[in-house]
């Protein structure tokens, strides 16, 4: 099965708000069996919207899925595009429009008249629902291509995808793709790619697709038939060994806090470079108050002297990035929270602050737990947001393999 995807907003094309929609689209599709085969960015104009759809309806796919412009601003010219384009008169849903007084009286508001243009239908057409949001979707049928309009919140979007666009892929692939993602950490790409080249070299009935970031490499297994992916898969995790963090879709936070509860051990940190990102990634993971009971952002060497007691002789002697420095953040936050494990975190972040013995991206991390305390030593690179990231997936990955 093939697909293409129009994205439409002048937001996508000035930059201001970067196209994550197309790669979560592109990636989830695959995984059912669904290959998007192009994708088209427009602005908000009803003329570039039908050149849009001339152009993709052009290429015979099997389903066009259009994202944004589905909103009450005035600049949210979809709707009315596509009922043209699709040669259909609207009709009001009043039925709807009530629904929507209800929902925004919850919040104590009255209702704008310019969210009446999100309870119009088409005649010739169908609506689906959209489980978070105010802007319902749209589904078309020409030359035996499926057309569906979604809202570009990536939030709403997401959850209309997997509630009616999946379900509708599945049903109408002619052959069910079976995927498998190994998620992994602590390589790059290149240096992973060579690690494996003994098997990926084989005749192993599957594609590979290998996806980089911030925080590790995900592996993508994809077959039409799962007994490929299965034996593929048990090929690479003996050599790939504690990299792979997981199978599946699960973030490290995720992996560290349901680890933790089976442990029935609990966690605080102490935090000074990453301003407290290794908390607020545990704290999105739901359960997590069971194990992560605090944590405490000591930026300064004057707060990590008032907040932790770190000696003050450590940091005049080693300085506040250290391993001494990190050993004693990760034992007094610890103590201080009455947990089973602290971490602590201390580094150079940049742009600046780097010195030849302490160079940008230097990260010292400490973890203590009742039998001592341990430290690591990272070096990552200069970019100071990137740093901030890579320490917080080296922490918690350097929890999730603590024994």
Request: include cysteine; charge should be neutral; aromatic fraction near 6%.
């Amino acid at each position: 099965m093939k697909a293409a995807l129009l994205t439409i907003g002048n937001e996508i094309l000035s930059g201001n708000t970067i196209n994550t929609n197309s790669s979560w689209i592109s990636k989830t599709l695959k995984g059912a069996g669904c290959q998007v085969v192009c994708q088209l960015t427009i602005p908000d104009s009803k003329q570039q919207i039908t050149k849009g759809l001339d152009q993709l309806f052009s290429q015979s796919p099997d389903l066009i899925i259009s994202t944004g412009g589905l909103g009450p601003t005035t600049d949210d010219v979809t709707r009315e595009s596509l009922f043209d384009y699709f040669n259909t008169k609207s009709k009001f849903d009043d039925d709807y429009w009530n629904e929507l007084k209800i929902r925004f009286s919850r919040f104590g508001h009255d209702i704008p008249e310019s969210n009446r243009s999100q309870a119009l239908v088409p005649k010739a057409g169908k609506v689906f629902s959209n489980p978070i949001g105010s802007a319902r979707g749209l589904r078309f049928e020409k030359d035996q291509v499926t057309f569906m309009a979604l809202p570009g919140v990536p939030i709403e979007m997401k959850a209309m995808i997997k509630a009616t666009v999946l379900p509708w892929v599945k049903e109408h692939a002619p052959v069910a793709t079976y995927v498998q993602t190994l998620r992994t950490t602590g390589l790059p790409e290149s240096v992973l790619i060579e690690k494996i080249d003994s098997v990926t070299k084989t005749d192993h009935g599957c594609e590979m697709g290998y996806y980089p970031s911030v925080y590790g490499v995900d592996i993508v297994l994809s077959s039409t038939h799962q007994e490929s992916i299965y034996h593929l898969k048990n090929e690479l995790l003996p050599i790939l060994g504690t990299l792979v963090y997981t199978v599946g879709e699960e973030t490290m936070e995720e992996i560290v806090v349901h680890s933790l509860l089976r442990k029935k051990q609990t966690i605080a940190s102490a935090e000074s470079c990453t301003g407290g990102l290794v908390g607020h990634r545990l704290t999105q993971v739901p359960g997590s108050s069971k194990v992560y009971l605090g944590g405490v952002i000591v930026y300064s060497n004057m707060v990590k002297i008032d907040l932790l007691k770190v000696k003050k002789s450590t940091l005049t002697r080693f300085g506040s990035v250290s391993e001494e420095t990190a050993e004693e953040m990760s034992q007094e936050v610890m103590k201080q929270f009455k947990t089973s494990l602290g971490i602590s975190v201390t580094g150079i972040a940049g742009p600046g602050g780097g010195t030849d013995d302490k160079p940008i991206g230097l990260v010292y991390a400490g973890l203590a737990n009742a039998n001592g305390v341990k430290t690591r030593e990272f070096q990552f690179g200069d970019e100071r947001k990137t740093n901030k990231l890579r320490t917080s997936q080296a922490v918690l990955n350097w929890i999730r393999l603590q024994n």
